[in-house]
């Protein structure tokens, strides 16, 4: 009978081991597996992060390409007004050589006036022209100043914030760390 006891109470006891043996296994395989996943979040945060400051890089280099595109387009749309002008101003003479031969001295003297006349107000035409593109460039570049500052007060804000919210952590965990 005594036998029977022991062989009984090894059996359970050999159980007991294999069943604790099979939880243990069972918690290592669970704190193995929620590693895996831990580590793979961190892997996905940070190919996340990586996107957005690749996206945020490739937003700026568009925009400077654009302002580039722009400012080529400005340059030679400038440039086609000036040929314009110029070719303009090759006719005038033309025509007036033209009517100088052909007309008598009095009409001459006439025509000559009116030419100065004219000469005079396409050069204040371009003096107030060159003055309206003056004041837009000046314009423009106050509201780029103006971007730019908002964009700067706005970084520092955020910089700010995130300070501010590293120091309350910080507190916290020393007050937790103090209550503990």
Excluded: I, P
């Excluded at 003055?131 to 100043?145: L, P, T």
Aim: proline share 0%.
């Amino acid at each position: 009978a005594r036998r029977e006891e022991a062989e009984e109470l090894a059996r359970e006891e050999e159980e007991v081991a294999s069943s604790r043996k099979a939880a243990d296994d069972e918690a290592a395989a669970r704190n193995e597996r929620e590693a895996r996943e831990r580590a793979e979040e961190t892997a996905a945060g940070e190919r996340q992060r990586a996107a957005q400051v690749d996206a945020v890089r490739e937003r700026e280099a568009e925009g400077r390409a654009l302002e580039q595109s722009e400012e080529a387009a400005r340059v030679e749309e400038e440039r086609e007004r000036e040929g314009e002008r110029a070719r303009r101003a090759e006719e005038q003479r033309e025509e007036e050589a033209q009517r100088v031969k052909l007309a008598d001295a009095e009409k001459l003297e006439e025509k000559e006036a009116e030419a100065s006349r004219r000469s005079e107000e396409q050069a204040q035409e371009e003096v107030e022209e060159q003055k309206r593109r003056d004041e837009e460039d000046k314009a423009r570049r106050v509201a780029e100043e103006r971007v730019a500052e908002a964009r700067r007060r706005e970084e520092e804000e955020l910089e700010e914030a995130e300070r501010e919210e590293r120091e309350e952590k910080a507190e916290r965990d020393k007050r937790e760390v103090g209550e503990a």
